[in-house]
């Protein structure tokens, strides 16, 4: 089946730094891949739709330029947190529709942001 | 944008007993999905329902598409911990758009 492998699984940061985390699709090419955050006890909120060769697409009320969104490959598209608070900890999910599937949604098993 | 209203929110419930939660909203789904995310992973598609009155079984799972294709629910039989998670609803729309979750209801069960 469809696999979404996301990297890293979790991840420690200082206030102010960077923090990259990719998300592959495995064995199928992905030309849009969603990014969503997770706070404790709370559901999912989509934050961006990633297009394969274009800008995302960011939902209401996220920085585009705090959460930065690359695209550059059919199997691979990273977040980067810019400068990074602790209000920014949280469980980031990205998923992907396998080209072949009409209702295939195959999320990543997410990475953990801790923000020190 | 539809508006999904899970329920209940919260629930838990002792090893063998059963178990009904809700995804209700006022606009009518084409389809819907049903994911259960386990703490520290990414959710895993439960089944997707198409077909207004549409029932369908999984193991222990039954998931029903209410006939006006408004709202879904999902019964559980002789729940046990490994049920255990927060179980998502979402709507499909088409093609390439992304899910949009409703809140959830967070499932624990007990031995």
């Known amino acids: 089946g469809a696999v979404v492998s996301q990297h890293p699984s979790r991840v420690i940061c200082k206030s102010g730094t960077s923090v990259k985390i990719e998300c592959r699709s495995l064995d199928f090419q992905a030309t849009t891949m969603f990014w969503y955050r997770q706070f404790p006890k709370q559901s999912l909120m989509l934050m961006a739709t990633?297009?394969?060769?274009?800008?995302?697409?960011?939902e209401q009320g996220v920085e585009k330029d705090k959460f930065l969104i690359n695209h550059a490959s059919l199997t691979l598209s990273t977040l980067t947190v810019t400068s990074a608070h602790p209000e920014d900890s949280s469980f980031y999910i990205c998923?992907?529709?396998?080209?072949?599937?009409?209702?295939?949604?195959?999320f990543g098993s997410g990475t953990r942001l801790t923000v020190v | 944008t539809q508006l999904l209203e899970q329920s209940p929110q919260f629930l838990s419930i002792q090893e063998g007993e059963n178990l009904t939660v809700y995804c209700n909203s006022s606009?009518?789904?084409?389809?819907l999905q049903w994911y259960r995310q386990e703490p520290g992973e990414g959710p895993v598609l439960l089944v997707t329902?198409?077909?207004?009155?549409e029932v369908k079984k999984l193991k222990r799972l039954t998931f029903q598409f209410g006939d006006a294709r408004k709202d879904s629910s999902l019964h559980i039989t002789a729940a046990q911990p490994g049920d255990t998670g927060l179980y998502l609803c979402a709507p499909i729309t088409s093609g390439n758009t992304p899910l949009v979750f409703g809140k959830g209801t967070r499932l624990s069960v007990i031995a």
């Open positions: 606009s009518v789904f084409s389809s």
């Open positions: 329902v198409v077909t207004g009155g």
């Open positions: 998923s992907a529709i396998p080209r072949t599937s009409d209702y295939g949604y195959t």
């Open positions: 990633s297009n394969e060769g274009s800008k995302a697409t960011y």
